[in-house]
């Protein structure tokens, strides 16, 4: 790519520069507030763009269909039921689309998937139900034994109508089906199975199964290969803790591949198909790397990866590429950006590009790659300003243990980064989850209120490998709170923060974690607030709807046991008596995943421990509130509760 043509895209895109503003106290309102258009994907020809849409309610989701020509009124609007939302969204060709449902009962929960697939024409119509637990469509009459569970597991390297889905029926959960689905014709036929629930999938480009991978009913990591028409497990010293095929390179036998040897970080690799001849192309001793959003168009290739941990850094596999070069130079344009390659069209003509920073929640934009002209498509959330957002950065210390850990401090715009009222936000999960650098909601309200802001991605965080995730495993209660508990003192040491103005706040695991690190802790923490949180671990068993969910079962059993005196030692509805600060729990009377008995059970021990706190609890709503003007409520209480316990800004609280 030339020097003009580079040059053509930074001019191109001078209107995206955010222009600079005073940092003002922003209404809650604002943080309240959830994104209306998300998840927009790219058709084949470049023509159309599916979008998530979803009304102010945050109840009700439609899948909208817009042409990239006029983004003023869609072309079509496909409204999901009550709750339910397009979890995933695949275009199969340029006029058909592959949606798998999902559901979301609160703003804290992430989407969970049904199982259920369908599929739509662009203009919204012959809609017809693929896989699930209805019997209608086309083919209801054949397909009333389905009856299960299925997802899009990827697509033929040349979109052709087909798609590839994997399905686990609920009549027997310990095999997993791979079928080529036509989505036109609902047509199917069975490429493999394999003997254990839920594994992931890879197809070369000739369309044959190659490897299967997952973890087994004991929890156990497995890959096997396919190998003379049956499975073959490869060896620990194949696959490591960790090894995840990505896609064949194209025109050989190799393939890309994220490896870890020993359950550490997760590399890059490029190798036979065998295993022998790998290499290493990219990697980090700290944390993982990741091809998001780093992919050439077709015949599709990563350009670079990026860390997973820290500011996100990106490393260039080959700086001559014609896709490394357009992305290099905007990231050069929008310094303090992270610049992802959504989609390309088949063709490579289009590009669909996604921008985001820790000050803004992100935009979109097409760019014409033969005349390298951009156009603006959304904001994600337009209202945020990101001139007026704090800046949040990457630090780590060292555990009490000398286990290095990660942490995202967010420091309030304007502030003297010193004596500092501060506010642990600890994050939900705790496994597969971890805070990065990027734009937060939270922590940016909270800074925008004065205070600055901890978030410890604690041993069970996502980021760093499987070694990391699972040393997490039956350490809610003890190591992982005093990760974070050792993160305060550290921002203490270092002088970020005033000693005695530190509250902690939380929600799900989050909400469970400000109740044990004040337990775990007394004296360091004027306050703790929890958010849908789980507060009785032994209840977990019994109410909720992870136990339902596959893995469920064997899920509690690895990373909080079974044993009953482990289990209360650990559960802060048995420690009420140690929380000695003023609490503030705030729950959802329909939450699925933390129901709210778990709430009620933890007001009962600090009603018996004679404990003093404040209540908020609201009918209706679910893991996290839906409604904004609920959640606006909540934080405007937050607020108010953190004034009264660790003062605002400069100013410390009044003298009990």
């Not at 609007?77 to 340029?94: G, H, K, T």
């Not at 190998?227 to 095929?245: C, H, I, L, M, T």
């Not at 998001?292 to 490393?315: D, H, I, M, N, Y």
Request: aromatic content about 10%.
């Amino acid at each position: 790519m030339s020097r003009y043509r580079v040059r053509a895209v930074v001019a191109a895109l001078c209107m995206f520069v955010p222009v600079v503003q005073s940092a003002d106290l922003i209404p809650a309102s604002d943080f309240a507030r959830k994104p209306e258009l998300l998840s927009p994907r790219l058709s084949p020809d470049g023509k159309h763009i599916s979008i998530q849409v979803d009304d102010p309610d945050g109840r009700s989701h439609s899948l909208a269909i817009y042409d990239v020509d006029d983004m003023t009124h869609p072309v079509s609007l496909i409204r999901m039921p009550m709750y339910e939302v397009p979890a995933q969204v695949v275009w199969v060709n340029s006029t058909r689309i592959v949606v798998a449902k999902g559901k979301q009962y609160g703003s804290v929960e992430k989407p969970f998937m049904t199982g259920e697939l369908l599929a739509v024409d662009v203009n919204g119509k012959r809609q017809d139900y693929l896989y699930g637990s209805e019997t209608f469509g086309r083919r209801s009459a054949t397909r009333s034994t389905d009856r299960g569970w299925g997802t899009v597991d990827g697509l033929p390297v040349k979109t052709n109508g087909h798609f590839y889905m994997r399905a686990v029926a609920w009549d027997n959960q310990n095999r997993t089906l791979l079928y080529d689905v036509d989505a036109e014709t609902s047509a199917r036929h069975l490429m493999t199975q394999f003997d254990m629930s839920d594994v992931d999938f890879m197809v070369g480009a000739d369309g044959n199964v190659l490897f299967a991978w997952g973890k087994d009913n004991d929890f156990n990591y497995v890959v096997y290969h396919r190998e003379n028409n049956s499975w073959a497990k490869w060896g620990r010293d194949q696959s490591g803790v960790s090894f995840s095929p990505i896609r064949q390179v194209s025109g050989g036998t190799r393939l890309w591949a994220f490896y870890s040897p020993a359950g550490g970080p997760a590399q890059l690799v490029e190798q036979d198909e065998s295993g022998a001849n790998r290499k290493v192309l990219a990697k980090d001793d700290f944390g993982s790397v990741s091809t998001s959003g780093l992919w050439t168009a077709a015949p599709e290739q990563p350009f670079g990866v990026r860390t997973l941990t820290g500011v996100p850094k990106v490393t260039y596999l080959d700086p001559q590429l014609p896709a490394a070069k357009i992305h290099a130079a905007l990231s050069q344009k929008f310094p303090g950006y992270f610049v992802h390659f959504v989609d390309f069209s088949e063709d490579g003509g289009q590009l669909l590009v996604y921008i985001s920073s820790d000050r803004d929640p992100g935009r979109y934009f097409m760019m014409d790659m033969h005349t390298l002209k951009a156009k603006a498509l959304f904001a994600s959330e337009p209202w945020v300003d990101p001139a007026k957002m704090a800046e949040r950065r990457p630090i780590r210390f060292k555990a009490s243990d000398g286990r290095e850990i990660e942490g995202i401090l967010t420091l309030p715009k304007g502030k003297t980064e010193a004596g500092l009222p501060m506010v642990l936000l600890p994050h939900g999960g705790p496994h597969g989850v971890s805070d990065d650098w990027f734009y937060d909601s939270d922590a940016q309200f909270l800074a925008n209120r004065g205070y600055l802001v901890l978030q410890v991605n604690y041993r069970g965080s996502s980021g760093r490998g499987a070694e990391f995730d699972q040393a997490g495993y039956l350490k809610w209660g003890t190591r992982v709170q005093q990760d974070m508990i050792d993160g305060v003192k550290w921002a203490i040491d270092q002088t970020y923060a005033d000693p005695k103005r530190i509250c902690v706040y939380g929600a799900s695991f989050g909400a469970y974690s400000a109740m044990m690190t004040v337990a775990r802790a007394p004296g360091m923490f004027r306050c703790a607030i929890g958010y849908a949180g789980i507060y009785d671990l032994k209840m977990m068993y019994s109410k909720g709807d992870i136990r339902q969910q596959k893995y469920g079962r064997s899920y509690l059993t690895n990373v909080i046991g079974r044993d009953d005196a482990d289990l209360a030692a650990n559960s802060p509805t048995m420690l009420a008596d140690k929380i000695d600060v003023p609490v503030f729990l705030v729950h959802g009377e329909d939450d699925q995943r933390a129901p709210f008995e778990q709430a009620k059970a933890m007001r009962a021990a600090l009603d018996k421990a004679h404990r003093k706190y404040e209540w908020m609890s609201v009918p209706g709503e679910g893991h996290g509130f839906y409604k904004s003007e609920n959640e606006e409520a909540f934080l405007t209480k937050m607020e108010t509760f953190l004034k009264a316990n660790i003062g605002e800004g400069d100013t410390p609280a009044a003298t009990k």
